[in-house]
């Protein structure tokens, strides 16, 4: 059941689109609609970036709707695959189909590709890309029209537009060296290929089943030829001169005599042929793809059909290349796969080689498997039935679970879609699946699916990379032909031993996974079953979650309340009342708590053990299609219809972070660790993988304003547009001030060196001193004694030292009077700067008083030593210390600077204690100092947040 909601309208409405049917169409009408509201709205934003995530990589898409090309590399002296996937393109290695590199992306998706020795050739729209080493951009080529097809004729390089025009590049210097145009009302250009031998001419190829031979050099046309009155779908070179192959849309392949303009050989294919190749290694063999997915091999000596096989791929043989002198070729097709394969049966036929493929439809769900140091594996399921595993940095990894290999003799016996489906035993698609980690995956199974339409539940080994042998299905349910019930949710436990299973008639029921029995049924005191309507009726069950040591259960349905049951009893223990319905639940089986999505878009964060709702997100307009906790639940990400994904922090419940794709997210997962999230599009192949910035990168993450509007995020790790794109910079700079709140004790920040060792400096002086005193040298007895001015050899100049002692006591009176003012009054001691200022302070204003603390504080600890001492070295020193207490009051009035100014404080007592205690005119000072003191307030808010704290705990355990 979907919900479609128009804010526009303020009303909501609800339409079945059945058990999960097709839930790629539904999503694709839900985009839209979502996207006609948005139309001309200020929500359309064209720059990059988010907050929290930052797009890692794609996995799981291999190709797309253009051909694969080969490459020959002599220095790596192996064939090179290229692949186009959307926007960009991949390189695989032929020997074990390696990802090697991955292109930037391109504005929008590739329409043609062409290669040649140094370069890969890809055209976007107008606009032709020439890329270096698979990654590397070295030129780009823009003029006329879109472009449809790609020839390479180095040093030049050939496009055909759409509107007929036939362009020819200088590759290096990237001009338009001439630009013909072709399309007549007769003849409408649609392909072209360059003949061996045949210098600066090219055969093009029209719709209507034409083609001409045409010089590039001098821009005309040499030669028509007649026409097939078939749409021309691909011309290729044989391996004879002047013989090139036509491949026609009434499905007729044609080897035709360029040179005497004769049709040597006709090919009746038994679907349209859409690629055409010849293998390469001397067997004069013809290999044609059809539209349906079937490859057929033609003998060109006896022009007889060697053999036909059918379904290779799920989807049409988009393109064919064979390896040269080798007997080896590869396929490509839209069903996101390639193949290779080598002639080496006994009939002459070919056989599977290597592989790589991926989902051929939209994911509809995904989520990582593995412990915090193992989780690199995503398992995803889809529509097209393939239940799949996938590496997140190594691609040779991946395997598809859902269905065992088939021979090519078992492929060749059954020519029907049918029977290939049940060789192939095929499940029908999984809805919902879950998973845990098992210490020792070869005693049983650790994953448990829905499937659509089936009462059963299916196990799978992730280990063994196979479905289980078990089959979780109720008794009474195994020996009838066709039942009307349907598993609809799932969840196991956190030790791995027991599946919980929600059924669309209110049923709920648990399996041992290791044994497949059935263990316990949980329904109410009367009988009935755990989940039905007000008036009786049939509801069901939307969600389950179980909590992380098997105490609770909490189940969902559509039209009824939350309900907490006993695990190992099976009673009702709890109602909690919600306001609709349940749309799902999620959570992590080593959680307390779990999140329920409800039909009016709203998200409860629900406590397994207490049995309450201790958070709700309300502020969502969308229905939510999926939504996974942080494995420190620190943040909750939701995806919802309007191609948005929300992240709130699950303390405070405020958005902190939210971004638009150009699609509808179907699912979304976090890495045990927290490092990645992966994610499903309703409209993509693969699954995007971002890395979670606030790992390595300081991130503010303060609550984003009401009209913050998201922007788009990039869904490549990079682009063609990123000097066009600026990144947007959130308007959230935000500056703490000096003091949040009056009320509130504000920390200086400095370092601890500077004021935690204060009290103890004594002690560190002392234990830092040395052992032992310096030791004394005497000369040797064979060196002079010191030789003074006068020639004297060991004897002081007398008379300097007289005349200096007469200088000394010649100083002028005025001398004298301008040292005294230097030095207090009767200690002979000269008054710092911090004493003076001390001194001089009116300590009325806060300002002053924390000027003072911050000089105090760019001090060393022997420096602030020193001052402190120094204000009671006179003999009348009443004036500094009563100065020093009012700067003390007003520090603690103000209440910053706080963990200096009380090591400052405890300082100053600990020198000047006893004198303030003996002394009665600092009684008053002391009294209010007293009374201004935060210690005896703040130690009581402590001792009440520990006593709580240990309450907690005590209930909690």
Same mark, same amino acid.
């Given at each position: 059941?979907?919900?479609?909601?128009?804010?526009?309208?303020?009303?909501?409405?609800?339409?079945?689109?059945?058990?999960?049917?097709?839930?790629?169409?539904?999503?694709?009408?839900?985009?839209?609609?979502?996207?006609?509201?948005?139309?001309?709205?200020?929500?359309?934003?064209?720059?990059?970036?988010?907050?929290?995530?930052?797009?890692?990589?794609?996995?799981?898409?291999?190709?797309?709707?253009?051909?694969?090309?080969?490459?020959?590399?002599?220095?790596?002296?192996?064939?090179?695959?290229?692949?186009?996937?959307?926007?960009?393109?991949?390189?695989?290695?032929?020997?074990?189909?390696?990802?090697?590199?991955?292109?930037?992306?391109?504005?929008?998706?590739?329409?043609?590709?062409?290669?040649?020795?140094?370069?890969?050739?890809?055209?976007?729209?107008?606009?032709?890309?020439?890329?270096?080493?698979?990654?590397?951009?070295?030129?780009?080529?823009?003029?006329?029209?879109?472009?449809?097809?790609?020839?390479?004729?180095?040093?030049?390089?050939?496009?055909?537009?759409?509107?007929?025009?036939?362009?020819?590049?200088?590759?290096?210097?990237?001009?338009?060296?001439?630009?013909?145009?072709?399309?007549?009302?007769?003849?409408?250009?649609?392909?072209?290929?360059?003949?061996?031998?045949?210098?600066?001419?090219?055969?093009?190829?029209?719709?209507?089943?034409?083609?001409?031979?045409?010089?590039?050099?001098?821009?005309?046309?040499?030669?028509?030829?007649?026409?097939?009155?078939?749409?021309?779908?691909?011309?290729?070179?044989?391996?004879?001169?002047?013989?090139?192959?036509?491949?026609?849309?009434?499905?007729?392949?044609?080897?035709?005599?360029?040179?005497?303009?004769?049709?040597?050989?006709?090919?009746?294919?038994?679907?349209?042929?859409?690629?055409?190749?010849?293998?390469?290694?001397?067997?004069?063999?013809?290999?044609?793809?059809?539209?349906?997915?079937?490859?057929?091999?033609?003998?060109?000596?006896?022009?007889?059909?060697?053999?036909?096989?059918?379904?290779?791929?799920?989807?049409?043989?988009?393109?064919?290349?064979?390896?040269?002198?080798?007997?080896?070729?590869?396929?490509?097709?839209?069903?996101?796969?390639?193949?290779?394969?080598?002639?080496?049966?006994?009939?002459?036929?070919?056989?599977?080689?290597?592989?790589?493929?991926?989902?051929?439809?939209?994911?509809?769900?995904?989520?990582?498997?593995?412990?915090?140091?193992?989780?690199?594996?995503?398992?995803?399921?889809?529509?097209?039935?393939?239940?799949?595993?996938?590496?997140?940095?190594?691609?040779?990894?991946?395997?598809?679970?859902?269905?065992?290999?088939?021979?090519?003799?078992?492929?060749?016996?059954?020519?029907?879609?049918?029977?290939?489906?049940?060789?192939?035993?095929?499940?029908?698609?999984?809805?919902?699946?879950?998973?845990?980690?098992?210490?020792?995956?070869?005693?049983?199974?650790?994953?448990?699916?829905?499937?659509?339409?089936?009462?059963?539940? !299916?196990?799978? +080994?992730?280990? &063994?990379? $196979?479905?289980? #042998?078990?089959?979780?299905?109720?008794?009474?349910? =195994?020996? *009838?032909?066709?039942?009307?019930?349907?598993?609809?949710?799932?969840?196991?436990?956190?030790?791995?031993?027991?599946?919980?299973?929600?059924?669309?008639?209110?049923?709920?029921?648990?399996?041992?996974?290791?044994?497949?029995?059935?263990?316990?049924?949980?329904?109410?005191?009367?009988?009935?079953?755990?989940?039905?309507?007000?008036?009786?009726?049939?509801?069901?069950?939307?969600?389950?979650?179980?909590?992380?040591?098997?105490?609770?259960?909490? !189940?969902?349905? +559509?039209?009824? &309340?939350? $309900?907490?049951? #006993?695990?190992?009893?099976?009673?009702?223990?709890? =109602?909690? *009342?919600?306001?609709?319905?349940?749309?799902?639940?999620?959570?992590?089986?080593?959680?307390?708590?779990?999140?329920?999505?409800?039909?009016?878009?709203?998200?409860?964060?629900?406590?397994?053990?207490?049995?309450?709702?201790?958070?709700?997100?309300?502020?969502?307009?969308?229905?939510?299609?999926?939504?996974?906790?942080?494995?420190?639940?620190?943040?909750?990400?939701?995806?919802?219809?309007?191609?948005?994904?929300?992240?709130?922090?699950?303390?405070?419940?405020?958005?902190?972070?939210?971004?638009?794709?150009?699609?509808?997210?179907?699912?979304?997962?976090?890495?045990?660790?927290?490092?990645?999230?992966?994610?499903?599009?309703?409209?993509?192949?693969?699954?995007?993988?971002?890395?979670?910035?606030?790992?390595?990168?300081?991130?503010?993450?303060?609550?984003?304003?009401?009209?913050?509007?998201?922007?788009?995020?990039?869904?490549?790790?990079?682009?063609?547009?990123?000097?066009?794109?600026?990144?947007?910079?959130?308007?959230?700079?935000?500056?703490?001030?000096?003091?949040?709140?009056?009320?509130?004790?504000?920390?200086?920040?400095?370092?601890?060196?500077?004021?935690?060792?204060?009290?103890?400096?004594?002690?560190?002086?002392?234990?830092?001193?040395?052992?032992?005193?310096?030791?004394?040298?005497?000369?040797?007895?064979?060196?002079?004694?010191?030789?003074?001015?006068?020639?004297?050899?060991?004897?002081?100049?007398?008379?300097?030292?007289?005349?200096?002692?007469?200088?000394?006591?010649?100083?002028?009176?005025?001398?004298?009077?301008?040292?005294?003012?230097?030095?207090?009054?009767?200690?002979?001691?000269?008054?710092?700067?911090?004493?003076?200022?001390?001194?001089?302070?009116?300590?009325?204003?806060?300002?002053?008083?924390?000027?003072?603390?911050?000089?105090?504080?760019?001090?060393?600890?022997?420096?602030?030593?020193?001052?402190?001492?120094?204000?009671?070295?006179?003999?009348?020193?009443?004036?500094?210390?009563?100065?020093?207490?009012?700067?003390?009051?007003?520090?603690?009035?103000?209440?910053?600077?706080?963990?200096?100014?009380?090591?400052?404080?405890?300082?100053?007592?600990?020198?000047?204690?006893?004198?303030?205690?003996?002394?009665?005119?600092?009684?008053?000072?002391?009294?209010?100092?007293?009374?201004?003191?935060?210690?005896?307030?703040?130690?009581?808010?402590?001792?009440?947040?520990?006593?709580?704290?240990?309450?907690?705990?005590?209930?909690?355990?």
């Amino acid at each position: 059941m979907l919900v479609w909601y128009n804010p526009a309208m303020k009303c909501k409405y609800l339409q079945s689109v059945g058990k999960f049917l097709d839930f790629t169409a539904n999503a694709q009408h839900l985009k839209g609609y979502q996207y006609i509201k948005m139309k001309g709205s200020k929500e359309d934003v064209t720059s990059c970036g988010s907050r929290i995530f930052h797009t890692l990589r794609t996995i799981g898409e291999v190709s797309g709707q253009v051909p694969c090309l080969l490459r020959y590399i002599h220095r790596r002296r192996e064939n090179f695959i290229v692949t186009c996937v959307g926007k960009s393109f991949h390189t695989y290695a032929s020997q074990k189909l390696q990802l090697l590199t991955t292109s930037g992306s391109m504005p929008e998706d590739i329409t043609c590709m062409a290669v040649d020795t140094y370069h890969v050739y890809t055209a976007c729209q107008n606009q032709i890309f020439a890329w270096r080493r698979g990654f590397e951009l070295k030129h780009v080529y823009k003029q006329g029209e879109n472009v449809i097809y790609l020839l390479t004729y180095p040093p030049n390089l050939i496009s055909l537009h759409a509107d007929g025009a036939v362009v020819v590049w200088d590759i290096t210097t990237e001009a338009s060296m001439s630009t013909t145009l072709l399309k007549s009302n007769i003849f409408t250009p649609c392909i072209m290929m360059h003949p061996a031998t045949y210098i600066n001419k090219i055969v093009i190829g029209s719709e209507e089943g034409s083609f001409i031979l045409f010089n590039m050099r001098t821009s005309r046309i040499i030669h028509h030829y007649k026409s097939f009155c078939a749409k021309i779908l691909q011309i290729v070179q044989t391996p004879a001169v002047d013989i090139v192959a036509i491949a026609l849309s009434d499905k007729r392949v044609i080897l035709h005599n360029l040179r005497s303009d004769i049709t040597l050989m006709k090919f009746n294919c038994m679907e349209e042929p859409i690629s055409i190749a010849f293998r390469l290694d001397g067997p004069p063999i013809l290999i044609t793809g059809g539209l349906q997915g079937s490859i057929t091999l033609w003998d060109l000596e006896t022009q007889e059909l060697v053999c036909h096989i059918e379904k290779v791929h799920l989807g049409p043989v988009s393109g064919l290349q064979c390896f040269p002198q080798e007997p080896i070729f590869v396929s490509s097709s839209p069903d996101n796969s390639i193949k290779v394969w080598i002639f080496d049966m006994p009939d002459g036929s070919f056989r599977l080689l290597n592989s790589r493929d991926g989902h051929g439809k939209p994911s509809n769900r995904v989520r990582f498997f593995g412990k915090e140091s193992e989780a690199k594996y995503l398992l995803s399921s889809s529509s097209d039935g393939s239940f799949r595993m996938f590496h997140i940095y190594n691609e040779t990894y991946n395997r598809c679970i859902s269905r065992n290999k088939v021979s090519t003799q078992e492929m060749k016996m059954k020519r029907s879609f049918e029977n290939l489906d049940s060789l192939s035993s095929r499940m029908p698609p999984i809805t919902h699946f879950t998973t845990q980690t098992v210490a020792a995956p070869s005693h049983h199974d650790d994953i448990a699916a829905c499937h659509i339409g089936q009462v059963g539940v !299916s196990t799978w +080994s992730f280990s &063994n990379t $196979k479905r289980g #042998d078990k089959t979780l299905v109720l008794p009474k349910y =195994e020996k *009838l032909p066709s039942v009307n019930v349907t598993a609809t949710c799932i969840t196991m436990t956190a030790c791995c031993q027991f599946v919980i299973v929600g059924y669309d008639d209110g049923t709920l029921e648990r399996f041992n996974i290791q044994s497949g029995r059935h263990r316990k049924t949980y329904n109410t005191k009367d009988g009935r079953s755990a989940h039905f309507g007000s008036t009786g009726t049939i509801v069901s069950v939307r969600g389950v979650a179980v909590d992380q040591l098997n105490i609770a259960i909490l !189940s969902g349905a +559509s039209y009824d &309340n939350l $309900k907490f049951w #006993d695990f190992k009893s099976g009673n009702l223990i709890g =109602e909690l *009342l919600i306001p609709t319905g349940v749309d799902f639940i999620f959570h992590r089986t080593t959680d307390y708590f779990a999140g329920v999505v409800l039909d009016d878009f709203s998200i409860h964060v629900i406590n397994l053990t207490s049995r309450n709702c201790f958070r709700r997100i309300t502020d969502i307009s969308s229905p939510l299609t999926d939504a996974s906790f942080s494995p420190d639940n620190m943040w909750l990400t939701a995806a919802t219809s309007d191609c948005l994904i929300r992240t709130w922090d699950l303390a405070t419940t405020d958005l902190i972070d939210a971004v638009r794709l150009d699609s509808i997210v179907t699912s979304l997962d976090y890495s045990p660790t927290g490092e990645h999230l992966a994610g499903s599009f309703c409209d993509k192949t693969g699954i995007f993988v971002w890395c979670n910035k606030t790992l390595y990168d300081h991130v503010s993450l303060m609550p984003l304003p009401s009209d913050y509007e998201p922007p788009l995020f990039p869904m490549v790790s990079t682009s063609l547009l990123t000097e066009e794109c600026e990144e947007q910079e959130i308007p959230l700079e935000y500056e703490s001030p000096a003091q949040i709140e009056q009320d509130l004790i504000t920390l200086s920040l400095l370092p601890e060196s500077r004021w935690k060792n204060l009290l103890n400096l004594d002690t560190i002086k002392m234990r830092n001193r040395p052992k032992q005193p310096p030791k004394t040298y005497v000369a040797p007895f064979f060196l002079p004694s010191l030789i003074t001015l006068d020639g004297n050899r060991g004897e002081t100049n007398t008379k300097q030292s007289l005349a200096l002692e007469t200088a000394i006591n010649n100083i002028s009176d005025t001398e004298k009077v301008h040292e005294s003012k230097l030095l207090n009054s009767s200690s002979g001691i000269p008054l710092t700067t911090f004493g003076k200022t001390l001194l001089h302070l009116n300590f009325d204003e806060t300002s002053d008083a924390n000027e003072l603390c911050d000089k105090l504080g760019e001090m060393g600890p022997s420096q602030i030593d020193l001052e402190i001492r120094g204000l009671g070295s006179e003999a009348d020193s009443t004036l500094l210390l009563q100065q020093f207490i009012k700067f003390a009051i007003c520090i603690c009035k103000s209440k910053k600077n706080f963990e200096n100014s009380q090591a400052y404080l405890a300082l100053f007592l600990k020198i000047h204690g006893d004198t303030l205690y003996q002394d009665e005119r600092f009684l008053e000072d002391m009294q209010l100092l007293e009374e201004v003191l935060p210690v005896d307030v703040l130690q009581n808010k402590i001792n009440r947040v520990l006593s709580y704290v240990s309450f907690l705990k005590s209930k909690l355990h």
